[in-house]
């Protein structure tokens, strides 16, 4: 978890995009381990607002990956990334092999052991997102996506960028895919967009009480994973699907 809470400060982020990192991890490992070692990963698409997907980047080093392709279609977001990558090379979080960021959003029929995004597909018409997850799956074993979550009452769509409701979406895509498994994630004890004073930040990274908070939060955690689904189905900020590659 401070890992992933130093990860989102470069990326000028907070506690909620650490404890969302810290949750999708916990989730693909698991789904890792049921296939194999992935070498090769793509992040196919940037958020449309909360951070620069860096926790995939060292999730690629954990499991040792040799190559890390990041896509975005949209030049000052390439930029952005690009700066977020330099300050985790800075401060020792990734290797100066990984990750490989390009402009553009299309995979052109290059092969991955995984693919995956984090709220993008919003963004894009739903026959879109259905069209690139089939292209995702064409050109990966395994591909996983997190899309906002239509069912939590907190999210108010604003132009660009909507929830999803899943139910639906996972209906359509599981009649042209292998859908190994979805369900809500990232429910933090706190709601969607909470800031604190960037003396409050610092005193967390500091180490003044991150040993306290970062224990909450991992308590948390197993108290979100232990919750029912239909209470993770109001308050959860996401869900994922898990898609076979073809």
Not at 188 to 203: N, T
Not at 215 to 232: D, G
Request: with cysteine; hydrophobic share 40%.
């Amino acid at each position: 978890m401070k890992k992933f809470y130093e990860v989102a400060l470069l990326e000028g982020e907070g506690l909620g995009t650490a404890y969302e990192y810290y949750m999708k991890r916990r989730l693909l490992i698991k789904l890792f381990r049921k296939e194999g070692h992935l070498n090769s990963f793509c992040v196919f698409g940037l958020p449309e607002k909360y951070g620069t997907s860096m926790d995939f980047c060292l999730l690629a080093g954990e499991v040792k990956a040799s190559r890390v392709t990041i896509l975005d279609e949209r030049r000052e977001v390439v930029n952005k990334c690009t700066a977020a990558v330099t300050k985790l090379r800075e401060n020792k979080l990734l290797p100066d092999s990984l990750p490989h960021v390009k402009e553009g959003l299309d995979l052109k029929d290059e092969k991955y052991d995984f693919i995956t995004n984090c709220d993008v597909f919003q963004r894009f018409s739903e026959e879109e997102a259905l069209k690139m997850i089939e292209s995702a799956a064409e050109n990966s074993k395994l591909s996983v996506f997190f899309l906002p979550n239509g069912f939590n009452v907190s999210h108010v769509p604003s132009p660009g960028r909507k929830a999803v409701n899943p139910v639906e979406f996972v209906k359509k895509l599981s009649s042209k895919l292998a859908i190994i498994g979805w369900g809500y994630i990232d429910m933090p004890p706190f709601p969607s967009g909470s800031k604190i004073s960037e003396e409050k930040k610092k005193a967390v990274k500091s180490g003044v009480f991150n040993f306290a908070v970062f224990v909450v939060l991992k308590l948390w955690a197993i108290f979100e994973i232990l919750t029912p689904s239909f209470i993770r189905k109001k308050y959860s900020h996401a869900f994922y699907v898990a898609v076979k590659g073809k």
